[in-house]
T-cell receptor, first 115, second 111 residues
Framework: AQSVTQPDIHITVSEGASLELRCNYS??????LFWYVQSPGQGLQLLLK??????LVQGIKGFEAEFKRSQSSFNLRKPSVHWSDAAEYFC?????????????FGDGTTLTVKP | DTEVTQTPKHLVMGMTNKKSLKCEQH?????MYWYKQKAKKPPELMFV???????INESVPSRFSPECPNSSLLNLHLHALQPEDSALYLC??????????FGDGTRLSIL
C-alpha cells in the first residue's frame, strides 16, 4: 500500500527566507507525486506534480520540488517566502497511471510566515 | 477562481434533516470525487465516480448517498447525520493520469 509522510507538522520561517518542506513516500513502483496548498476556508490547489522525466519540477507561485528515488523523497522548496505563502501544504502520492486520481495524502505541514 | 464549483458554501442542519451538497465541473473530467476533511487533517476519500459509475466507496456510512446525474454533476445526499459528520466536504475532478482539481468545499455543521 502507498503512504506519505510529512515529518514536519509545523514550520515557521521569516518572510524572504528560503523554505523546504519534506515529503517521504512509500510505493512499490514509480509514483505519481503531487504537492497541494490549502489556504484557510478554501479547497486544495495543485502546486506541482511529478509523473516522469526531469526530477526537478517547477510549479506555480515560485515553488519547485525534487524527486529523489534513492531517498523516496519529494521535497518542496521556495527560495524566498512571501507572507501570502502561509497555509497548509499537503504532499500526495497517486497509485499509478490508471489510478493517479486516487491519491494518498500526507498529514500536512502548516507554514507560518513571520514578518 | 476554482473550476470545480460547490454549493452551498456553508450548511447547518439538524440530525433529522435531509439535505444535498452539489458539485459541478465543465472541464470534461470523467472522474469525480467526494472527500471529507476535518480541521488540521488531510482529506479523506469517500467516493469515486468514473464515467458516471460509482467505482469506489471507502466504507462510508449509508447516511451519505452519492449521485452522479451526468458527467458534469456530482451530488452528495445527506440524511440523519451525526455531530461527528461536521466537516469540510470537498469535491474534486480529474482526467486519467492527471491530478485532481478541487472545489472550495462545503462547510457542514450538524446541530
Amino acid at each position: 500500500a502507498q503512504s506519505v509522510t510529512q515529518p514536519d507538522i509545523h514550520i515557521t520561517v521569516s518572510e524572504g527566507a528560503s523554505l523546504e518542506l519534506r515529503c517521504n513516500y512509500s510505493y512499490g513502483a514509480t509514483p505519481y507525486l503531487f504537492w497541494y496548498v490549502q489556504s484557510p476556508g478554501q479547497g486544495l490547489q495543485l502546486l506541482l506534480k511529478y509523473f516522469s522525466g526531469d526530477t526537478l519540477v517547477q510549479g506555480i507561485k515560485g515553488f519547485e520540488a525534487e524527486f529523489k528515488r534513492s531517498q523516496s523523497s519529494f521535497n518542496l522548496r521556495k527560495p524566498s517566502v512571501h507572507w501570502s505563502d502561509a497555509a497548509e501544504y499537503f504532499c500526495a502520492v497517486g497509485a499509478g497511471a490508471t489510478n493517479a486520481g486516487k491519491s494518498t495524502f500526507g498529514d500536512g505541514t502548516t507554514l507560518t510566515v513571520k514578518p | 477562481d476554482t473550476e470545480v464549483t460547490q454549493t452551498p458554501k456553508h450548511l447547518v442542519m439538524g440530525m433529522t434533516n435531509k439535505k444535498s451538497l452539489k458539485c459541478e465541473q465543465h472541464m470534461g473530467h470523467r472522474a469525480m470525487y467526494w472527500y471529507k476533511q476535518k480541521a488540521k487533517k488531510p482529506p479523506e476519500l469517500m467516493f469515486v465516480y468514473s464515467y458516471e459509475k460509482l467505482s469506489i466507496n471507502e466504507s462510508v456510512p449509508s447516511r451519505f448517498s452519492p449521485e452522479c446525474p451526468n458527467s458534469s454533476l456530482l451530488n452528495l445526499h445527506l440524511h440523519a447525520l451525526q455531530p461527528e459528520d461536521s466537516a469540510l466536504y470537498l469535491c474534486a475532478s480529474s482526467q486519467e493520469n492527471s491530478p485532481q482539481h478541487f472545489g472550495d468545499g462545503t462547510r457542514l455543521s450538524i446541530l
